[in-house]
C-alpha cells in the first residue's frame, strides 16, 4: 500500500513536522516550504545515501559544491539566457497566468483555462524562469552591469569547474562530478506540495565519457538509478520510464529517459497519474564546447569569445583531443522525499479497531532509528536507565528519549513517523537488565539483554 493522495503526505507532513508551510505565520507563500525537524532528517539521509552511493562506494566520482551565483556569462553561454523559459498565456476571464503546453483542450481543439474554462487566452509569450538579482551595490535594479541570476540547475558549476577537477584529481575518463544544491527556478504554475517549488535541491551528476562510449554509459546510468531508487524503499509497481520524443528533448540532449513515480493515484486516468522524479540525459558534448574558448562556428568565429580556457580533454592512449560527452542522472531532493514517504505509507487497524498510520522507511532513511520509552516516567529508576540507554546509543544511530504520553500512543507515535524500532524500559529491567524491543512493521516484542541491544540494532538497522 501507499499513501492515497499527495494530501495525505500534507497532512501528516505538516502534523509530525516533516514540512511546513513557509513563512506561515504570515500568511504563507506560494510553494514555498520548510522542513521540520524530521524532514530535515530524511532529507539529510536520501542526500547522504546518494553521496555515499556514487561518491564513497565508486572510485570514479568526485564531489564538489559551487556557487548559486556564478559569473552571468555562465548563463548566457549555457543558453539559459535566451532559452529557458516556459510559454505563458493569461485568461482574460479570471486573470490566471498559466503554461501553455500545459493546457487541455476543449473539443474543438482550443486550450481552455485550467482555473475557469474559459478559452478567452492571450498570446503565449516567453517567461525566463531565472530570478534575477544584482551584484554589489549597484545603481538600480536595472543596472545590467550588475545583473545576476540565482542558478536554476547546479550543473553549470560543474561544467565550468571541468578542467579544475580534472587537474587537481588526475582524472582520466571516463568519470565523474557529483554535486547537491540548492536551484531556483520562477515557475509558472508551481504546486502540489513540495513536487514542484520555486526553491529546490538537486541531486546531479555529471559522468564524462569519451564520445563513442556515451550511449552505453548512458543506459547502465539509467539502471544504475532504477537500482538506487529500488534501495529508498520505492515500489517498482509506482515507477515506470518515459523516453522523451525528439520535440520535447533539450536542446543540449541526443537521448533523454524520465524516471516517473505515480505521484496522482487518485487520477482515474491512469496516463495522468504519472510525474517526473529525475531525468536521465546524453547531454552530448555540447555543454564544454559552449563553456569552451576555442571552438568556431562555421564562419570561422569563436563560439566563445568570453571564455579563458579549453575544456577538451588529451586522451594519451590513443593521442586525441575531443570535448567529451556528458551523461546527467539529476534527481530532485524534494520529489524524491515526497514519492519516499508516499511509498513508505501505510495504514492498519489494531485490535481495538483504531486506525493506524506506519511509515515504513527504510532503516537508512528513517529519521530517528530507536526511540527508547520508559514505561512508568514516574519511576526515577526507570527514567534513569531509559536515559542511560538513549545516550549509549546515540553515538551509533539517531535516537530519541520519549515519556509524553501512555505506552500505546508512544508506539503509534513512532510508527507514524517512520522509527523501525522502539525499546521501553519497565519494572522487570531493573530485575533483570533486559528490556523489550517493538518491530515496527510486525508489532511484535522481543525481550532483549541490555548489553547485547547495541548489537542487535546494529545488526538489524544494518549501519
Ligand atoms: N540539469 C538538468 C536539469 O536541471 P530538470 O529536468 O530541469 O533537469 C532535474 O531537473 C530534476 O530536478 C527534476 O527531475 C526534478 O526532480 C527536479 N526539479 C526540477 N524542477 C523542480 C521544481 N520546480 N521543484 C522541485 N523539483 C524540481
Known amino acids: 500500500m501507499s499513501a492515497l493522495n499527495i494530501e495525505t503526505i500534507v497532512s501528516l507532513a505538516k502534523r509530525r513536522g516533516f514540512v511546513y508551510p513557509a513563512s506561515e505565520i504570515y500568511g504563507g507563500l506560494g510553494s514555498s516550504w520548510d522542513y ?17 552511493w556514487l561518491v564513497y562506494e565508486r572510485d570514479d566520482i568526485e564531489g564538489i559544491d559551487s556557487s548559486i551565483i556564478q559569473n552571468r556569462l555562465v548563463w548566457k553561454y549555457s543558453g539559459h539566457e535566451d532559452t529557458f523559459s516556459d510559454p505563458l498565456v493569461d485568461c482574460r476571464d479570471c486573470k490566471t497566468r498559466l503554461r501553455e503546453d500545459k493546457l487541455e483542450t476543449n473539443a474543438d481543439g482550443k486550450p481552455v483555462c485550467s482555473n475557469c474554462g474559459s478559452t478567452n487566452l492571450t498570446e503565449s509569450r516567453p517567461f525566463n524562469l531565472m530570478f534575477r538579482t544584482t551584484v ?148 552530448t558534448d555540447y555543454d564544454l564546447r559552449v563553456h569552451s574558448k576555442k571552438p568556431e562556428n562555421a564562419d570561422g568565429k569563436r563560439i566563445n569569445p568570453d571564455s579563458t580556457e579549453d575544456l577538451s580533454y588529451f586522451d594519451p592512449q590513443t593521442n586525441e583531443r575531443f570535448y567529451p560527452y556528458i551523461i546527467e542522472p539529476s534527481i530532485g531532493v524534494n520529489r524524491t522525499l515526497l514519492a519516499v514517504m508516499m511509498d513508505a505509507y501505510e495504514e492498519r487497524t489494531n485490535d481495538k479497531g483504531e486506525v493506524r498510520v506506519i511509515l515504513k522507511l527504510t532503516p537508512e532513511l528513517a529519521p530517528i532509528k530507536v526511540a527508547v520509552l ?37 508506539y503509534a507515535r513512532q510508527d507514524e513517523i517512520g522509527t523501525p524500532f522502539c525499546v521501553t524500559v519497565d519494572h522487570e529491567s531493573l530485575e533483570d537488565n533486559a528490556v523489550t524491543i517493538r518491530n515496527r512493521d510486525t508489532w511484535e516484542q522481543e525481550r532483549i539483554g541490555v548489553d547485547s541491544l547495541k548489537n542487535y540494532l546494529t545488526g538489524r538497522l544494518k549501519i
Not at 559522468?207 to 517498482?236: C, M, N
Not at 526515577?380 to 515519556?403: E, G, N, S
Open 36 to 52: 521540520g525537524p524530521l524532514g530535515v532528517e530524511l532529507a539529510n539521509n536520501i542526500k547522504q545515501s546518494w553521496w555515499r
Open 136 to 283: 554589489g551595490a549597484a545603481s538600480s535594479d536595472e543596472d545590467e552591469s550588475a545583473l545576476a541570476y540565482l542558478r536554476p540547475e547546479t550543473a553549470q558549476g560543474i561544467f565550468t569547474n571541468f578542467a579544475n577537477v580534472l587537474n587537481t584529481s588526475r582524472r582520466k575518463l571516463p568519470f565523474g562530478i557529483a554535486q547537491i544544491g540548492k536551484a531556483f527556478r520562477n515557475e509558472v504554475t508551481p504546486g502540489n506540495f513540495i513536487f514542484r517549488t520555486r526553491e529546490f535541491e538537486q541531486m546531479e551528476l555529471e559522468y564524462f565519457v569519451r564520445p563513442d562510449e556515451a550511449a552505453k554509459s548512458h543506459q547502465e546510468w539509467i539502471d544504475g538509478f532504477d537500482a538506487w531508487i529500488a534501495t529508498l524503499g520505492i515500489s517498482k509497481a509506482n515507477l515506470k520510464h518515459y523516453e522523451q520524443t525528439k520535440a520535447e528533448l533539450a536542446h543540449y540532449s541526443e537521448r533523454t529517459v524520465d524516471i516517473l513515480y505515480r505521484f496522482f493515484p487518485e487520477r482515474e486516468e491512469e496516463d495522468k497519474q504519472w510525474d517526473e522524479l529525475m531525468g536521465i540525459a546524453n547531454r
Open 374 to 410: 520508559p514505561l512508568a516516567k514516574n519511576n526515577d529508576a526507570i527514567v534513569t536507565l531509559a536515559k542511560k540507554l538513549k545516550r549509549d546509543l546515540q553515538p551509533h544511530m539517531r535516537a530519541v528519549y520519549d515519556d509524553t504520553g501512555g505506552i500505546g500512543k508512544l
